[in-house]
């Protein structure tokens, strides 16, 4: 079966730069959801989308900012990096706006900021 | 505010043993909850969602239990192997736009 997609893999960046993480949603799943995880922590929500629009919003930071496009996938694009940045950042994927489907989970991008 | 806590932090269990792992959230009002599997430095893994309806679900030898007007939700792993080893999490959703909140996790060994 198809899984949520996510690109790259893992990124490594400098300080002030900005990176831009790819997210491609399970088929017929019109719900994107981002999530960041910190070395050692529980992953931390960061924004939603439903049909192309914002849902819902997080902890993210204003340097921080996201979409969802026609085919309905997401990009996080983050700018003026910084060291606590680094970190596992995950998208996931539902049917339906709503608390009944169940949340799948992409592999993660691994950012490194140097 | 909602709270998820997960206890204990670890545990190691030897094969063959069953594991109990403990999530409590402090507000009852959830719309479902999930339990997750993450081996180190991977993604996770949805192994089932129980809707606020629900008291179990079951897939294979998981079984996961919720009591709501408590707070709790046990996952039950039978007879464990070393297969089993990753740290588990669980998360509730709260609102109704689907953000998930997670606890800590619990980290899994089962020893051959």
């Known amino acids: 079966a198809a899984g949520v997609i996510q690109s790259p893999r893992h990124l490594i960046k400098e300080k002030r730069e900005t990176a831009t993480l790819k997210c491609y949603p399970i088929?017929?799943?019109?719900?994107v959801y981002w999530y960041q995880q910190g070395p050692g922590q529980d992953p931390q929500f960061l924004i939603s989308?439903?049909?192309?629009?914002?849902?819902d919003k997080g902890s993210i930071p204003d340097r921080f900012s996201a979409q969802q496009f026609s085919d309905y996938h997401s990009e996080l694009n983050m700018s003026s990096l910084e060291l606590g940045d680094s970190a596992l950042y995950f998208c996931a994927s539902s049917r339906k706006r709503g608390p009944r489907d169940t949340q799948y989970f992409g592999p993660g991008t691994r950012l490194t900021v140097l | 505010k909602q709270e998820v806590t997960q206890i204990p932090a670890a545990l190691s269990v030897p094969e063959g043993e069953n594991l109990v792992l403990n999530c409590s959230f402090t507000?009852?009002?959830?719309?479902?909850l999930q339990w997750f599997r993450q081996d180190p430095g991977k993604g996770l893994t949805s192994l089932l969602l129980?809707?606020?309806?629900?008291r179990e679900q079951t897939s294979g030898r998981l079984n996961a239990s919720l009591d709501k007007s408590s707070g709790r939700s046990t996952l039950y792993i039978a007879a464990s192997q070393p297969g089993d080893s990753a740290t588990y999490l669980c998360a509730v959703l709260n609102g109704s736009w689907g953000k998930l909140q997670f606890g800590a996790g619990t980290q899994v060994v089962v020893t051959p």
């Open positions: 507000d009852s009002a959830i719309y479902n």
């Open positions: 088929p017929r799943h019109d719900t």
């Open positions: 989308f439903y049909e192309k629009m914002q849902s």
């Open positions: 129980i809707q606020s309806s629900q």
